[in-house]
């Protein structure tokens, strides 16, 4: 069974810090994508990486493919209460059209 | 209008019932695709189709089952529904590179 395990479970912070969800595998992916969902909704797409070492940026959200491709960080600095929500990062193998998601950071930014 | 819309949001029912959950989309991808939301334990897929006389079972299909009625249109159904069903039910479609977009969910109660 392909797992990805993500890390931490549950954040809580205080705006203007910095943190880091991290999103790890033993699979090799072909790509990794993060999608944020907030209560009552449903996931949305934040970012694809599809290339071994990739970064990605969105304002102050950085994405990180690793170099195997087998996992994945996501830095958000100077969070802002805006930012809370669920993350989860996902995972395709080969051209499967599936993904594999993991189990999600629930982060919560205090004012 | 929203591109992946989900009927009924919100649904409680009684254990041994039949129930329908629906789904459509307006943004012309063949993929399409069934989750639940369980916490803590991410998204797991129930049934996944590519175009409309394409059907497969995920992880976890046990008493469900799927009907792709056109490019546009795929329904859940739980033959007999039992209170371990109770989740949030997530349709999703897939674009060629692999990206989904998420319906807004249904939450299911089974008593």
């Known amino acids: 069974t392909q797992l990805l395990e993500q890390s931490p479970q549950f954040l809580s912070i205080q705006e203007g810090e910095n943190l880091t969800v991290y999103c790890n595998s033993s699979s090799v992916f072909s790509s990794l994508q993060w999608y944020r969902q907030e209560p009552g909704e449903g996931p949305v797409l934040l970012v694809t990486?599809?290339?071994?070492?990739e970064v990605k940026k969105l304002k102050r959200l950085t994405f990180q493919f690793g170099d195997a491709r087998k996992d994945s960080s996501l830095h958000i600095t100077a969070a802002q209460p805006g930012d809370t929500g669920l993350y989860l990062c996902?995972?395709?193998?080969?051209?499967?059209?599936?993904?594999?998601f993991g189990q999600g950071t629930t982060l919560q930014v205090k004012p | 209008d929203a591109d992946v819309t989900q009927t009924p949001r919100n649904r409680i029912t009684k254990t041994g019932k039949r129930i329908m959950l629906e789904c459509s989309q307006t943004k012309g991808h063949d993929r399409m695709y069934w989750y639940r939301q369980d916490p803590g334990l991410g998204l797991r897929l129930i049934y996944y189709?590519?175009?409309?006389?394409?059907?497969n079972k995920g992880e976890i299909s046990d008493g469900y089952s799927v009907s792709r009625q056109a490019q546009a249109k795929f329904s859940l159904s739980l033959e007999s529904a039992i209170p371990n069903q109770t989740a949030l039910y997530f349709c999703a479609t897939g674009d060629p590179i692999g990206e989904q977009y998420f319906g807004p969910g249904t939450r299911l109660t089974v008593t």
């Open positions: 996902a995972g395709e193998t080969g051209n499967t059209g599936k993904l594999i």
């Open positions: 189709s590519f175009d409309v006389k394409d059907i």
């Open positions: 990486v599809v290339t071994g070492g």
